[in-house]
């Protein structure tokens, strides 16, 4: 989805979206990272809320009036006066059954390409999250999370089958190693991992890659996006991850006493 300087515009386009997901037959749905705010270190704290705040009320009561999952991507929470990168998730009675900060903020500075710094605004968080569904254990991290292999590894191994990353890579690293990170995290791991991000706005303060998308256990895409807005349904197989963790045991194979 775009996301605009307006917070009830965002939130009218997430319920737009989110009741048309619903209307395609998904059973779960999830937003893109940091929806209803503007990407930028300005902003973050100005739009933060506490985890009993406007939006995420709005996210209860949407899960809960579509009778679906949410996977609410992700929005500045305010606690303890810090700003965190937060994922609140709920079932379809719009119970709230896991809350995931994002562990790893974003400093970068690429000659020649993208400065951010999420720490100069941001507080990390400090645990992995599964959630547990009538489908699947699902793990949830937030974009830059993807880039430590030992966290999604983490996720797999206390029983995630499907993994969601809301995630805005940018026009530096999107085209080089977006693709490229949601096949591995998913082919290391066998799980699915579905990645959604904010449409691509040129005139934006961040211009996000887009390109959300869901990869299967083997590694392959089931769906993949562009960077408009839009929407997109994949079906999550569960016996597939089942199948393919038994003919490739990665996981069962796996040595911890060497590394």
């Avoid at 937003?31 to 209803?36: G, K, V």
């Avoid at 887009?210 to 349904?233: T, Y």
Wanted: net charge negative.
């Amino acid at each position: 989805m775009n996301v605009t300087k307006d917070k009830e515009e965002n939130r009218k386009k997430a319920e737009e979206f989110v009741r048309e997901a619903k209307n395609k037959g998904a059973d779960i749905a999830v937003l893109p990272e940091m929806w209803n705010c503007p990407y930028s270190n300005d902003c973050f704290r100005d739009y933060s809320e506490n985890e009993n705040g406007e939006t995420v009320s709005f996210m209860s009561r949407l899960a809960k009036e579509n009778d679906i999952y949410l996977i609410g991507g992700s929005i500045p929470e305010l606690a303890d006066d810090k700003v965190y990168n937060t994922c609140f998730a709920f079932d379809r009675n719009g119970k709230r059954i896991g809350k995931h900060r994002k562990a790893h903020l974003f400093d970068i500075d690429v000659e020649g390409g993208i400065r951010f710094m999420e720490s100069e605004t941001l507080t990390a968080g400090d645990s992995a999250t599964v959630i547990d569904t009538e489908f699947c254990r699902i793990g949830i991290a937030i974009c830059y999370d993807i880039r430590f292999p030992e966290l999604t590894r983490k996720m797999a191994l206390e029983g995630a089958e499907l993994v969601v990353l809301p995630g805005a890579f940018n026009m530096t690293t999107g085209p080089v190693h977006w693709d490229l990170s949601i096949r591995a995290r998913a082919l290391d791991n066998q799980v699915y991992f579905a990645a959604v991000s904010p449409a691509r706005d040129e005139n934006g303060c961040y211009v996000a890659y887009g390109n959300s998308c869901v990869a299967s256990p083997w590694g392959d895409f089931v769906v993949h996006m562009d960077e408009k807005e839009g929407i997109c349904v994949a079906e999550i197989d569960t016996d597939r991850v089942k199948a393919v963790r038994n003919q490739l045991p990665l996981l069962k194979h796996r040595r911890p006493e060497l590394y």
